[in-house]
């Protein structure tokens, strides 16, 4: 029997269903907010880089109340002296109310806005006269805490005299930290880069995690919490809450690594790996951002106890022992002179998910482990991240075209062509592809607003990485901007996964989309065919078992048409499905792909179908038995008692012409079509599915192969 005659004994009884998938970024995701904040004193958005004096963001706070009245910018003013905090309208995006004014604070290092107020850490010098204060009037890091009304409720010093002085005293002429708060753990706590100023690690830098209860805004020292002299040259640092102390943190350290170090708080074996990375004292290629870094890299899926973290790489090569460390410990050399941005999922706050970063002195792929997001020459900086819920995250990141890297462990220069935002989804995996901007750009906090939208601060200016801060003609701002991304006004689109470096596809196997039809039947059992023809209609054909209890209630055929104009014809008792591609298969090639016997590769989400997209998951569809030498497989979803049985063919003749989900999605809403997404790589090929079920839900599924 042919596809064709196939597919015409299968056309009737029930009606074509609609396929959903999980959607990624397109151009309208992204709103911005121009000018819209007067600030009441001027701001200079420039700061130097460390060493090589590149141009940075310099950081803006921005938080939101949990009730969604309220949020604050808190910003540094362009002569130096003083930190602001400005209530800000959430929906306006404009001032509200008086700027508090903390005077002689030196950085705005983080913001926490309640419902009563804000929490702010900077630093600052002592007050003249203060015992044992750091020479030269050196800040030290303080958390202040204000009610609405503007007024100090409490002010506590995390540095100077009195203060954990295991390593001697501490002030912090530069914070590059970042400030959380848990309110079920009753706790703020602040991660923040130390140097002593006495005993026995005076001149040296390090850095401090700092616990202070949220009622009483005293200092606790909480026994594997606390860290007073965490990873010695800290480079970079992320933190984010969790519901009981430790909270989660990461480092990285001039020794050659990332490290997840909630247990520990250090830079050793007793925490986890995340990367290794080529170091000189005290630089680290900026992996969470360098000077005015360190905020917006780690964030937690909502009610979920899972952590996504972003930084930028240049991956590691041959990994030799680091002497000075000792045994267990190495040093890297560079993959690439660019960076790369990278990404980790942890399942909680002291587990990775996936591989450690390789402790083998010799190994030539100290970066295997890593699940890469950009892959390209461009050089990435400014990588941060934020969640939208407890399914999805925003990644985003500059790039730099033909990427000047004068500095093997620092940063590059060059023409700073746009700001990119990626749609990565809880386990890690790209979903569709990244959308760009040559105007916006990320330069405060990340906050997850109430209705599900990620908004950040910015100054709208032009942007240039192509020389040292000192070179530019920055002007000062008296206006802030805000930009916005939501997935309500993204379109459906296939989910890439990007599990490691050994899976990632290269540019030149990038993926392209397959419009598929799909129809249903109470047939249970039918026969397919493949073709190697490449201008064959029978593209690719997926049969889908759907079963409710023991009752096989429909199989569903998946055939995608490459013709400008192609019908497919139907029995007299069924109704014909027309498709009007507007693309041609001047491209197309015949792929078989066969599915791997491993237990991954398959991630099911269901949601009632009346919802938005993209699919929440509620359920993920556990795994059955694979039949050896087949291509089928089961899936059993026991919230609902339905099961799902999956076998793909061939996937064949995918055409070129729809080289974006944008393209695809286009040509499905002109022929009225559902459509199926069918994604081909070099090596790695992706199937989406979504059947209406018989239980009444709608499945969404990826069939990684």
């Not at 090589?52 to 540094?76: C, E, M, Q, V, W």
């Not at 942890?346 to 970063?357: I, N, P, Q």
């Not at 920055?474 to 997935?487: E, G, M, R």
Request: charged share 15%; aromatic share 8%.
């Amino acid at each position: 029997m042919t596809p064709s005659s196939l597919l015409k004994s299968l056309l009737f009884v029930l009606p074509s269903v609609t396929i959903c998938t999980a959607a990624g970024l397109s151009s309208s995701s992204l709103e911005n907010h121009v000018d819209t904040l007067t600030l009441s004193k001027a701001f200079n958005p420039v700061e130097a880089a460390y060493w090589t004096g590149y141009p940075h963001h310099r950081r803006t706070n921005f938080a939101i109340s949990p009730d969604g009245k309220t949020a604050y910018l808190a910003y540094l003013d362009s002569d130096g002296e003083d930190v602001l905090v400005q209530p800000v309208d959430p929906t306006t995006f404009s001032a509200v109310g008086t700027s508090v004014t903390v005077t002689g604070a030196k950085e705005a290092g983080g913001l926490v806005a309640h419902d009563d107020g804000f929490a702010l850490l900077t630093n600052e010098a002592l007050p003249t006269g203060t015992t044992d204060a750091p020479a030269d009037s050196t800040p030290v890091a303080v958390l202040y805490r204000y009610d609405t009304s503007g007024e100090q409720v409490w002010k506590t010093f995390l540095g100077g005299p009195g203060v954990e002085e295991d390593f001697g005293l501490v002030a912090s002429p530069d914070l590059n930290g970042d400030l959380v708060y848990s309110e079920e753990a009753g706790y703020y706590a602040a991660y923040i880069v130390v140097t002593a100023y006495t005993g026995s690690a005076a001149g040296h830098y390090g850095d401090a995690v700092r616990y202070v209860d949220a009622s009483t805004g005293a200092l606790k020292t909480i026994s594997g919490a606390s860290s007073n002299w965490g990873c010695s040259h800290n480079t970079g640092i992320a933190i984010e809450a969790a519901d009981a102390v430790p909270f989660a943190t990461v480092c990285a350290e001039d020794q050659g690594a990332i490290w997840l170090n909630t247990k520990g708080q250090g830079m050793t074996t007793v925490g986890v790996k995340v990367s290794n990375e080529h170091t000189i004292n005290g630089g680290s290629g900026e992996v969470f951002g360098g000077m005015s870094g360190s905020y917006s890299a780690l964030a937690r899926f909502a009610d979920s106890s899972k952590y996504v973290l972003a930084w930028v790489s240049r991956g590691a090569t041959t990994l030799s022992e680091n002497t000075w460390m000792g045994s267990g410990y190495t040093k890297a050399e560079n993959r690439t002179a660019e960076r790369h941005v990278a990404i980790a999922v942890f399942s909680d706050k002291y587990t990775l998910v996936g591989s450690e970063a390789s402790s083998e002195v010799g190994d030539t792929d100290g970066d295997s482990q890593i699940n890469w997001v950009t892959t390209g020459p461009e050089d990435a900086s400014n990588a941060h991240v934020a969640v939208f819920d407890s399914d999805y995250a925003l990644v985003t990141w500059e790039e730099i075209t033909n990427p000047i890297c004068d500095f093997d462990a620092m940063g590059c220069r060059g023409q700073f062509s746009g700001t990119k935002f990626q749609l990565v989804g809880s386990d890690g995996s790209k979903v569709g592809s990244p959308i760009e901007s040559t105007d916006t750009y990320v330069a405060g906090d990340m906050v997850t607003m109430p209705d599900g939208r990620i908004c950040w601060p910015y100054i709208s200016m032009d942007w240039d990485l192509s020389k040292p801060a000192a070179s530019l003609d920055v002007a000062t701002s008296t206006k802030a901007s805000f930009a916005c991304i939501s997935l309500n006004g993204s379109s459906s689109a296939n989910t890439t996964s990007s599990s490691s470096a050994a899976s990632v596809v290269s540019p030149s196997a990038s993926s392209s989309l397959l419009q598929a039809e799909v129809t249903s039947s109470l047939v249970t059992e039918a026969e397919t065919t493949t073709t190697s023809a490449p201008t064959s209609t029978a593209l690719a054909s997926t049969e889908a078992s759907l079963v409710v209890g023991s009752t096989t209630v429909a199989s569903v055929f998946t055939t995608g048409e490459l013709a400008p104009s192609t019908s497919a014809s139907s029995s007299p008792d069924a109704a014909s499905t027309t498709t009007q591609a507007p693309y041609d298969n001047s491209s197309a090639s015949t792929t078989e792909w066969i599915p791997s016997t491993t237990s991954t590769g398959w991630k099911a989400h269901h949601r009632n179908s009346t919802l938005t997209h993209p699919p929440k998951p509620i359920t993920t569809w556990t795994r059955g038995s694979h039949v050896p030498g087949t291509a089928s497989f089961s899936w059993r979803n026991d919230t609902e008692a339905c099961t799902i049985s999956t076998k793909i063919v061939t996937v064949s003749a995918i055409p070129s012409a729809l080289s974006t989900p944008a393209k695809f999605l286009h040509a499905a809403a002109a022929t009225s079509q559902p459509a199926a997404v069918v994604t081909a790589g070099a090596d790695t090929a992706h199937v989406g599915l979504a059947v209406q079920l018989a239980c009444a839900v709608l499945v969404f599924g990826r069939f990684a192969m």
